[in-house]
């Protein structure tokens, strides 16, 4: 019994050291494993503070891409949605947005994120330093520099050899014809200067307006009669080292066809969304205007009977009848104001990045006509005058920028009224000219 018990003791004896063990290594180990400090606890993704931008564009009015450009912003507002965007947007046709994006831009009233035009139009907001270069932003995403066509985002760059605006769609402009009022009448296509008066000559007298345009809004009409004359050389010279003689020849055939009656009775009045309601609505044969005109014209009879074509070359022009209007003149802007402002650069640079993707791109030009920005993107017209006018400029032998973005604002207007004077003999296109060169010199200054 001894022998027993001695042995039950013994056990006792090992069990309760070896419970004192464990209570020693359980305390051990929770002294080791001491309550984790803030720092060390994963950290919590803090909320993304809300951010309010403005973007002003001309995809406003009854511009056709309207919709398509809202539904883009309001795709990034889904993702985003800690960042609200104001969408602020006048008419390209209303020659009031120029103002306003001017004085904007010079009162501290800058948007957060622009979409303008390139060239002399910038010029004077870019020297001011209200911009920044994006090369950098560009360089530093390969992804979204390489989303961009090279030669869209070449053609958007400044004289100081810096991009400042990412393009999204390009333009061409051409003579829109109706051809069902050329066949109803026996008129062959407005091909060449000959078929064009006589066009001119045979609609007039039966009540038809040949060409619709605006006197003072003549964008159009100074371009494509310049380039006519002058060729893409003398047309891109501009007036900076004197006046090429064929531009005066350029604005005597406004006079000449103005003689024959081409242009509508109320031309001194209307602006350019009349001149394109005429057209439109068949009360005209030809327009000068953009590939952006065609969403505005709802008439299957019209729609389904236009083409386009290049403005055939002027008796002595220099022009090879296949020199077009087009490029990348517009593109979007990042202010400074932005840039510099922490709470707005990222979302700002984001949303810069989600309007000029490759995606939203296709789906703006698909809404426009225009010719995409982006590389490997192949737009179909949506009818039949848009595969002509894509083919039209795809054959082009050159494709030049508008003459309002090689010449000051103040120039061009100057350009614009002297189409009303030279049409009605109130001035000589030499006239006109020397007026416009001095005060292009004087902007130089």
Not at 80 to 101: H, I, L, Q
Not at 274 to 298: D, P, Q, R, T, V
Not at 381 to 398: I, V
Request: contains cysteine.
């Amino acid at each position: 019994m001894k022998r027993s018990s001695l042995i039950l003791l013994s056990m006792l004896v090992v069990f309760t050291m070896f419970l004192a063990a464990c209570g020693k290594t359980e305390e051990k180990n929770t002294a080791t494993e001491q309550p984790k400090t803030e720092s060390e606890k994963p950290k919590e993704e803090a909320p993304k503070k809300d951010v309010s931008l403005r973007v002003f564009s001309t995809f406003g009015g009854t511009d056709a891409a309207r919709e398509a450009f809202q539904a883009a912003i309001d795709e990034f507002v889904s993702k985003n949605p800690n960042v609200k965007v104001e969408n602020d947007t006048m008419s390209a046709n209303d020659d009031g947005f120029r103002t306003k994006v001017n004085t904007d831009m010079t009162s501290g009233n800058e948007p957060d994120v622009l979409f303008y035009f390139v060239g002399a139009d910038a010029q004077g907001f870019v020297d001011a330093g209200k911009v920044v270069p994006l090369n950098e932003i560009l360089d530093a995403d390969p992804e979204w520099k390489a989303g961009f066509s090279p030669a869209a985002l070449e053609n958007t760059r400044q004289k100081d050899g810096n991009i400042y605006a990412v393009p999204l769609t390009g333009f061409y402009e051409g003579l829109f014809v109706n051809k069902k009022i050329f066949a109803d009448n026996n008129l062959e296509l407005p091909t060449d200067w000959d078929k064009l008066k006589k066009a001119v000559e045979t609609l007039s007298k039966k009540g038809i307006i040949p060409l619709a345009a605006p006197f003072d809004q003549s964008h159009y009409v100074i371009e494509h009669f310049i380039l006519s004359a002058a060729g893409a050389k003398g047309h891109n010279s501009g007036l900076l080292d004197g006046i090429d003689p064929n531009w005066e020849k350029g604005y005597a055939a406004m006079k000449e066809l103005y003689d024959l009656g081409a242009f509508p009775k109320d031309a001194a009045t209307i602006d350019l969304s009349m001149a394109s309601n005429y057209y439109g609505e068949g009360k005209a044969a030809m327009i000068l205007e953009g590939s952006w005109a065609m969403g505005n014209w709802k008439d299957p009879n019209v729609i389904d009977n236009t083409t386009v074509l290049p403005f055939p070359v002027m008796p002595g022009g220099a022009g090879t009848g296949k020199d077009i209007i087009g490029g990348f003149g517009s593109g979007f802007y990042l202010p400074k104001s932005t840039y510099d402002n922490a709470d707005k650069k990222d979302a700002a640079i984001a949303l810069l990045k989600h309007l000029t993707s490759p995606a939203v791109i296709e789906k703006i030009a698909l809404a426009n006509g225009g010719t995409p920005a982006a590389a490997g993107v192949e737009i179909k017209g949506k009818t039949q005058t848009a595969t002509d006018g894509f083919a039209m400029a795809a054959s082009a032998s050159s494709v030049n920028n508008p003459i309002d973005s090689m010449v000051a604002p103040e120039t061009f207007s100057t350009l614009r009224a002297g189409v009303q004077a030279v049409v009605t003999g109130k001035k000589s296109p030499a006239d006109v000219l020397k007026e416009a060169k001095e005060i292009e010199d004087a902007n130089k200054k």
